[in-house]
């Protein structure tokens, strides 16, 4: 069991979590309902977001998530909030996650999803809990066709086997829409890049930086 984590916590510690959990799902939530406001608003003024496709605060994530939706890119995200860690004012949260996504691309209508864990550092405000950052640890992904019948290209699997193995599959969606993709991301199949990322963030807990 991770430090920072009681088997059996108090009544207060227990309703400090409630808190801290219902800010993580309700973030995911708006983001998926399209309430870009109400998505901003959970983050601080000050938060880091990192995901394949953006990095920068809160409010410009919430920003760039309503450009995507316009330009017709909707994904789902289901979460499981799993751990939280409490020290004072700060926390972190980490939950498990699927990222779902229906596309077309070059003609063929195709599912996708990427499975990974969602890591914040969480903030007590005036206004209870908000975000302080936001980042994923990627997995794996796959694609399938939604039609049996149809057959995905080889040169898309040229394409997809050339990135890495975490998140290929969403960065090479993402890159033939035009984003710019991090290709050195948080991942399973980086533990040296994992160790330092969980080091950092323990530090940060306790009151150090960064």
């Not at 069991?1 to 510690?13: A, E, F, K, Q, V």
């Not at 990322?197 to 930086?209: M, P, V």
Request: negative net charge.
């Amino acid at each position: 069991m991770p430090d920072g984590y009681p088997l059996s916590p108090d009544r207060d510690l227990l309703a400090e979590e409630a808190a801290i959990l219902r800010i993580i799902r309700l973030e995911r939530f708006l983001r998926d309902q399209g309430d870009w406001d109400g998505l901003a608003d959970c983050y601080t003024d000050d938060s880091s977001v990192i995901t394949t496709w953006f990095n920068g605060t809160g409010r410009e994530f919430a920003d760039a998530s309503r450009a995507m939706a316009a330009a017709g890119r909707h994904s789902k995200h289901m979460i499981w909030p799993a751990l939280v860690k409490m020290a004072g004012d700060r926390a972190l949260a980490e939950s498990p996650a699927a990222i779902v996504n229906r596309s077309t691309i070059d003609g063929i209508e195709v599912d996708m999803i990427q499975w990974c864990r969602f890591h914040s550092r969480v903030i007590r405000t005036g206004a209870g809990w908000r975000l302080a950052s936001f980042e994923g640890i990627y997995q794996k992904d796959e694609i399938r066709p939604v039609w049996p019948g149809d057959r995905l290209p080889d040169s898309w699997w040229a394409e997809i086997r050339a990135l890495r193995p975490s998140y290929r599959i969403w960065a090479w969606a993402m890159l033939r829409r035009g984003y710019q993709v991090n290709h050195g991301l948080l991942g399973d199949d980086r533990p040296d890049l994992l160790g330092q990322f969980y080091a950092e963030q323990d530090k940060w807990l306790t009151g150090g930086q960064p």
